[in-house]
């Protein structure tokens, strides 16, 4: 159930930006997903097994930490954010993430303190709204980004084309409204 409401959500989002998503096996985009983007299938596929073998280690030491900490890579680049209760948390939450093989780079932005469920609606709401302003754009491959928004921060993985798309990226999400500060992680291609 709560897949199929995260698909009808996701494709009221296309439908009120304008785009059409693609259609396919009645899947969205699940095989084209893959296909569009500027990295090989093997890296995908890399990249998804270091988020779970990341995820794996942080429940292996706490059930809570694993929940509370979000790992996003991309071409071995790991984002950490999220919001733990335990100061020693943080450290061990990126020695864990530099332990999985194929990572070649931490990115920890993980703070100490409260989060609270109103924030993490709106960090969602941020990261769909931000992501339905890049679909549309015709000079940005959308699907090259990875983005990630955590007290209405948003950060944004991936590879540009070149420099002039990477500024296109940028822009456009700097102007989606309720963001306050944009981290890029973006590399060109």
Known sequence: MRFQLTNLLLASSFFVSGCVP???GGGMMAGGYTVLRDKKIGDSLNDSKIDIEIKNK???INHKLQSDVSAVTDHGAVLLTGVVTDPEWVNIAER???SVNGVIEVNNHITV???SASQLVKDDYLTTACKTSLL???NIRSVNYKI????SVVYILGLARTQEELHAVLDIIQKVKGVKKVVSYIKLI
């Open 58 to 60: 942080l429940y292996r």
């Open 113 to 115: 303190g409260d989060f």
């Open 22 to 24: 693609v259609m396919i």
């Open 96 to 98: 864990e993430a530099w």
């Open 148 to 151: 990630k928004t955590y007290n």
């Open 136 to 138: 549309c754009h015709k």
